[in-house]
């Protein structure tokens, strides 16, 4: 089987889990913690490589744990208050926008680069990231919360740029690393910090933006 064929699959798959975590709590803590483990040990492994210090490895290995776990444990506490479900899920898929949008924009157009940290961050991809996440973050909004206004675009806009930079560090640390992947979790897309990585930070500054506008 292709790589190309691999990553469809694979997309499909986590479409359908996105919809079962949505619809049952039991399996959103399951996903959260084996995603939550997946992504500690991926990140030791990287850690390992570029640290050499003991006591700034065990600093830097400390905060992430420690962001992961609290990340994962809010996560799945908000999912349970009203009203608050939907825009967190809102803000996921437009992190997942932002990725896609950035991807397809990047081939179409190419043009400058960004960074040598991620030879293939492109302006395109940039401005293509943002305009897909505030097209389906503003769309979502509108359809299920039948609101929309200029707050939810700069909302749109926070989500996308967080999920870029989120991408670039954990890009600098594989390059760091000398790795192009993460690790093999999801066949065709690489490890779980591969599919994670602008959604650490892209749904939390996203969401703080929403508190900080309303």
Request: hydrophobic fraction near 55%; aromatic fraction near 16%.
């Amino acid at each position: 089987m292709g790589n190309l064929q691999k990553r469809i699959l694979t997309s499909l798959g986590l479409l359908s889990l996105v919809l079962l975590i949505f619809n049952f709590n039991l399996i959103l803590v399951y996903v959260l913690i084996v995603l939550g483990v997946v992504s500690i040990l991926e990140f030791l492994q990287i850690t390992k490589k570029i640290i050499k210090n003991n006591l700034r490895l065990t600093t830097v290995n400390f905060f992430f744990i420690f962001y992961a776990i609290t990340y994962c444990f809010l996560f799945f506490l908000f999912t349970n208050i009203s009203g608050l479900k939907i825009i967190l899920f809102i803000l996921l898929i437009g992190c997942v926008a932002s990725d896609i949008g950035g991807f397809i924009f990047g081939k179409l157009f190419k043009g400058p680069k960004i960074t040598k940290i991620s030879p293939n961050k492109t302006y395109a991809g940039s401005i293509g990231s943002i305009l897909s996440t505030t097209l389906i973050v503003s769309f979502l909004f509108m359809f299920y919360l039948q609101n929309f206004n200029y707050k939810i675009i700069l909302i749109a806009i926070t989500t996308s740029i967080f999920c870029q930079l989120g991408d670039l560090f954990f890009s600098y640390l594989k390059r760091k690393a000398k790795l192009k992947d993460t690790g093999k979790f999801f066949p065709g897309h690489g490890g779980v910090l591969d599919r994670l990585d602008g959604i650490f930070l892209g749904i939390p500054f996203g969401f703080f933006n929403l508190i900080l506008l309303n």
